[in-house]
Nanobody, 121 residues
Framework: QVQLVESGGGLVQPGGSLRLSCAAS????????MGWYRQAPGKQRDLVAR???????NYADSVKGRFTISRDNAKNTVSLQMNSLKPEDTAVYYC???????????????WGQGTQVTVSS
């Protein structure tokens, strides 16, 4: 069974930094794009950053220049380095990946359980 497990959330002061990590595990044939989404209370889940298997990245305008997404294809991990954090970055952050499991035809859209990021003084 394929799963994504996130780590690294927490409480940080405005201007601080956090690093989120996500590891895919299970019987995996290949992984396509990986990304991070976030959802604040009462709001929809929005894309924060995304990275293809070839390393092409795209970011939400609100995080450009502050957040950096990276991945390690050998370890099936994706990370999000978040700098200069603002109170409006407070949300539950979800890892997402397009994964082709072993022995299964096609690609599935997988999500982590979410990790809370709170930016507050």
């Amino acid at each position: 069974q394929v799963q994504l497990v996130e780590s690294g959330g927490g409480l940080v002061q405005p201007g601080g930094s956090l690093r989120l990590s996500c590891a895919a595990s299970g019987s995996i044939r290949s992984i396509g794009a990986m990304g991070w989404y976030r959802q604040a209370p009462g709001k929809q889940r929005d894309l924060v950053a995304r990275i293809t298997s070839g390393g092409t990245t795209n970011y939400a305008d609100s995080v450009k220049g502050r957040f950096t997404i990276s991945r390690d294809n050998a370890k099936n991990t994706v990370s999000l380095q978040m700098n200069s954090l603002k109170p409006e970055d407070t949300a539950v952050y979800y890892c997402n990946a397009l994964i082709s499991p072993l022995g299964v035809r096609g690609t599935g859209d997988y999500w982590g359980q979410g990790t809370q990021v709170t930016v507050s003084s």
